[in-house]
T-cell receptor
C-alpha cells in the first residue's frame, strides 16, 4: 500500500532531550516536507527536500534539523526540544516539488509534547 | 506568515445544503490545492487548480480561482454529515519552488 509512515504517533519528552521523528515513504517520491500544526491553525512548513541531499528551510525552521540521505526517508531532528515545539507534526511527500503541480501525500501525524 | 487565509473560520449547515469556503493568498502562485482534515489526522488531497485555470470540478466539489483577486473558493454541493471536517487551501509561490503555504482552514460541520 502506498503510504507515508511517521513514527512515533505520540511522543512525550522533556526540555533539552534530543529526539528524532522518522518519516518514510514507499512511493519513490522525490519531494518530502515537514509541517507543524498548532491548535486552530493551518500547517506551517518547517523544512522541505526536493531530492536526496537537497534540503531547504520552510517558514519555521528554527530549532529543527533534517537530513535526506536516502530518497525514502526524511527524519526530523529536534536537538534540544523546548515547550514551544509542542505541536502536531506532519510529514508529506509528492512525486516532484517545485511548480510541477503535484498533490501531497500526508502521514498520520506525530503529536509531540515537550514538558 | 501564512499566505493563504480561509473564511469563514467555521461553518455549520444542514445535510443537503451547499457549503462554500473561500481562500485568499498574497503572492503569485503556480497552483492552488484544497485539502481536507478529519480531526487531527493527516490531510487528504481534494483538488488542484492550476494558475491558468478558472474552474474545476470533481464529483460534488467545485473550485474556482481568480488570480486577479488572488482568491479561490471551494463549493461542496449536497453536503453530507461525512463532509464534516476542516478544509485547507495550500499555495505554492511561483518564485520559490518547493515552498508550500497553508491557510488556517475552515471547520465545516454538517448536521444530519
Amino acid at each position: 500500500e502506498a503510504q507515508v509512515t511517521q513514527n512515533p504517533r505520540y511522543l512525550i519528552t522533556v526540555t533539552g532531550k534530543k529526539l528524532t521523528v522518522t518519516c518514510s515513504q514507499n512511493m519513490n517520491h522525490e519531494y518530502m516536507s515537514w509541517y507543524r500544526q498548532d491548535p486552530g491553525l493551518g500547517l506551517r512548513q518547517i523544512y522541505y527536500s526536493m531530492n536526496v541531499e537537497v534540503t531547504d528551510k520552510g517558514d519555521v525552521p528554527e530549532g529543527y534539523k533534517v537530513s535526506r540521505k536516502e530518497k525514502r526517508n526524511f527524519p526530523l531532528i529536534l536537538e534540544s526540544p523546548s515547550p514551544n515545539q509542542t505541536s502536531l507534526y506532519f510529514c508529506a511527500s509528492s512525486y516532484t516539488g517545485g511548480g510541477s503541480n503535484e498533490k501531497l501525500f500526508f502521514g498520520s501525524g506525530t503529536q509531540l509534547s515537550v514538558l | 506568515s501564512q499566505q493563504g487565509e480561509e473564511d469563514p473560520q467555521a461553518l455549520s449547515i444542514q445535510e443537503g445544503e451547499n457549503a462554500t469556503m473561500n481562500c485568499s493568498y498574497k503572492t503569485s502562485i503556480n497552483n492552488l490545492q484544497w485539502y481536507r482534515q478529519n480531526s487531527g489526522r493527516g490531510l487528504v488531497h481534494l483538488i488542484l487548480i492550476r494558475s491558468n485555470e478558472r474552474e474545476k470540478h470533481s464529483g460534488r466539489l467545485r473550485v474556482t480561482l481568480d488570480t486577479s483577486k488572488k482568491s479561490s473558493s471551494l463549493l461542496i454541493t449536497a453536503s453530507r454529515a461525512a463532509d464534516t471536517a476542516s478544509y485547507f487551501c495550500a499555495t505554492e509561490p511561483n518564485t520559490n519552488a518547493g515552498k508550500s503555504t497553508f491557510g488556517d482552514g475552515t471547520t465545516l460541520t454538517v448536521k444530519p
